[in-house]
């Protein structure tokens, strides 16, 4: 079994900054990429960034420039360091991965539970 948890989530003033974490744990052979979805009141789940095993990171135009994916494969740990948020920002943040499980070959895609980013102005 594979669980991801995020945290960091919080309420931040508008300009602010926070950092998310997400932490994968379980029967882990090897995780390739990785990705922070957010879904706002109301509005569709949207992609915010993701990063392969690489490396190699994509943002959304949203957010370029103002937020940073990054991950640490030896504690399966993703990142991302969001600055001068805006109120447009405030979503639930959701972790995503896809996790090659122990003594399986093909991928599965795993969602954490969310955590809660609220901007004020």
């Known amino acids: 079994q594979v669980q991801l948890m995020e945290s960091g989530g919080g309420s931040v003033q508008a300009g602010g900054s926070l950092r998310l974490s997400c932490t994968a744990s379980g029967s882990i052979f090897n995780i390739d990429h990785m990705g922070w979805y957010r879904q706002g009141s109301g509005m569709q789940r949207e992609l915010v960034a993701s990063?392969?095993?690489?490396?190699?990171?994509n943002y959304a135009d949203s957010v370029k420039g103002r937020f940073t994916i990054s991950r640490d494969n030896a504690e399966n740990t993703m990142f991302l360091k969001m600055d001068s948020l805006k109120p447009e920002d405030a979503a639930v943040y959701y972790c995503n991965a896809a996790v090659q499980i122990r003594y399986h070959d093909v991928l599965y895609t795993y969602w954490g539970r969310g955590t809660q980013v609220i901007v004020s102005s």
């Open positions: 990063i392969t095993s690489y490396g190699k990171k």
